[in-house]
């Protein structure tokens, strides 16, 4: 993971209001390729070991919670300079602060339910990938 790649997922309020679809074209349009996928849904004890560095924040049990809520889509995606380049595609956390054309400006409905988790860094993007996804799973 040598900053090609980042770990996205499609949070629950986006799978529900089914704009899973909608949200892989953006991805694969903003020349993305998706390298690997799954839909599972994270029990409260998983959302909360993958948000644990969170743990001591305000909003962390409600976090855990929405993140269990129902079932998500995690995806590594591939691309040069793929983490800057994916945060600046899905936009602010706050979607009425994202930009016009951001994944998060079209399908998020607030800041707690902003319809995609996008790695911050690329040294989470591995440890997020490997979180998901095997080493088999991950080629």
């Given amino acids: 993971m040598s900053g090609n790649r980042t770990l996205t997922?499609?949070?629950p309020n986006a799978v529900a209001n089914n704009h899973i679809g909608g949200i892989i074209a953006m991805i694969e349009a903003g020349g993305f390729k998706v390298v690997a996928m799954k839909k599972m849904k994270l029990s409260p004890e998983l959302a909360g070991k993958f948000y644990e560095v969170h743990k001591e924040?305000?909003?962390y049990d409600?976090?855990?919670e929405f993140m269990s809520?129902?079932?998500?889509i995690p995806m590594i995606l591939e691309k040069e300079n793929a983490v800057a380049d994916y945060r600046?595609?899905?936009g602010s956390t706050d979607p009425a602060e994202a930009a016009e054309g951001t994944i998060r400006k079209k399908y998020a409905k607030s800041k707690g339910e902003n319809a995609v988790h996008g790695s911050d860094s690329d040294e989470n993007a591995a440890l997020e990938s490997a979180f998901f996804f095997s080493e088999t799973e991950r080629f």
Avoid at 69 to 72: A, E, F, K, Y
């Fill in 62 to 64: 409600e976090l855990c």
């Fill in 57 to 59: 924040r305000p909003f």
């Fill in 69 to 72: 809520s129902g079932p998500i």
């Fill in 88 to 90: 600046e595609l899905i």
């Fill in 9 to 11: 997922m499609i949070k």
